[in-house]
């Protein structure tokens, strides 16, 4: 019985709270975007279940848009908190990092800390994210001398897509 109880428990919260779609980066500015995304469960008491980039940094080059479903983002590895006491480095195709794996459903899309870059240059930096996530409390929009980055979620037939953008 107890067993079952878990099982239904865990369902219940991981569609309740799954991370339920892509994450959306519009650069319509003339900079190259770079930023590190961090993905948290926002129910689990504490700030240390959370997935953030660790390399490399996402570019998103001046006037284009990429979209993620999952952490699997081709060459990437994430640092994968799941207590206060450890981080284990993953590649972002690890089995619970995929769109429907144990880690990815329990999450969803908090906070971009990113920096614009002009011809390799670094320039302005800020953070921006979902202002209900109060473990790394930033701004949902944030205004550079390059430009105003936002961030933001539609839902939409059941799916939440998350928005950053730098216009």
């Not at 880690?103 to 390799?120: A, C, D, L, M, P």
Request: aromatic share 12%; glycine share 8%.
């Amino acid at each position: 019985m107890k067993k079952l109880l878990t099982i239904i428990g865990l369902l219940s919260i991981s569609s309740a709270f799954a991370q339920g779609g892509p994450l959306v980066i519009n650069n319509y500015t003339s900079y190259d975007f770079h930023t590190r995304v961090t993905a948290a469960s926002l129910t689990t008491p504490g700030c240390y279940f959370y997935v953030a980039l660790e390399n490399p940094e996402l570019v998103i080059p001046g006037g284009n848009s990429v979209s993620y479903s999952s952490y699997n983002i081709p060459g990437t590895n994430w640092k994968v908190s799941l207590s206060p006491n450890n981080a284990t480095s993953r590649p972002g195709s690890h089995a619970s990092l995929a769109l429907n794996g144990v880690i990815s459903v329990n999450t969803k899309w908090v906070v971009s800390e990113y920096q614009f870059h002009q011809s390799g240059t670094p320039m302005s930096s800020g953070a921006v994210g979902d202002t209900s996530y109060t473990c790394n409390p930033v701004p949902n929009t944030y205004t550079t001398p390059e430009a105003v980055v936002e961030w933001f979620t539609i839902t939409s037939g059941g799916t939440t897509y998350t928005y950053l953008q730098a216009l």
